[in-house]
């Protein structure tokens, strides 16, 4: 049973940074793209960023372009979100979410296109 671990979440003034990890449990070399998605209080599960595992082709969110970055090391099984420029708006559980199957570049950004979740990391940012 493959398990995805979410780390570096915390608290954080506006304009500051934060980079989350996400590290599987298990071999992950049949994962083909992995993902970060984020959910506010009230809100529904939003896409953040995602990236294909082999060539590391990237999408993202229009309202974190230019702020987050998204990266994987296929070696160690783990992705990665550095925050950037973090707005009072970007507080959020953050998921990191996994997929098997084909991946293409219109599924990065879809929640329902991922198998595997892990259990999120809180990231709360001060105006």
């Known amino acids: 049973q493959v398990q995805l671990v979410e780390s570096g979440g915390g608290s954080v003034q506006a304009g500051g940074s934060l980079r989350l990890s996400c590290a599987a449990s298990?071999?992950?070399?049949?994962?083909?793209?992995m993902a970060w998605f984020r959910q506010a209080p009230g809100k529904e599960r939003e896409a953040v960023a995602g990236i294909f595992r082999g060539s590391g082709y990237t999408a993202y969110a229009d309202s974190v372009k230019g702020r987050f970055t998204i990266s994987r090391d296929a070696a160690k099984n783990t992705a990665f979100l550095q925050m950037d420029s973090l707005q009072f708006e970007d507080t959020a559980v953050y998921y990191c979410?996994?997929?098997?199957?084909?991946?293409?570049?219109?599924?990065?950004?879809?929640?329902?296109?991922?198998?595997?979740w892990g259990q999120g990391t809180q990231v709360t940012v001060s105006s």
């Open positions: 298990s071999d992950t070399s049949s994962f083909s793209c």
């Open positions: 979410a996994a997929r098997t199957s084909s991946c293409l570049g219109s599924y990065l950004l879809e929640k329902n296109r991922f198998d595997f």
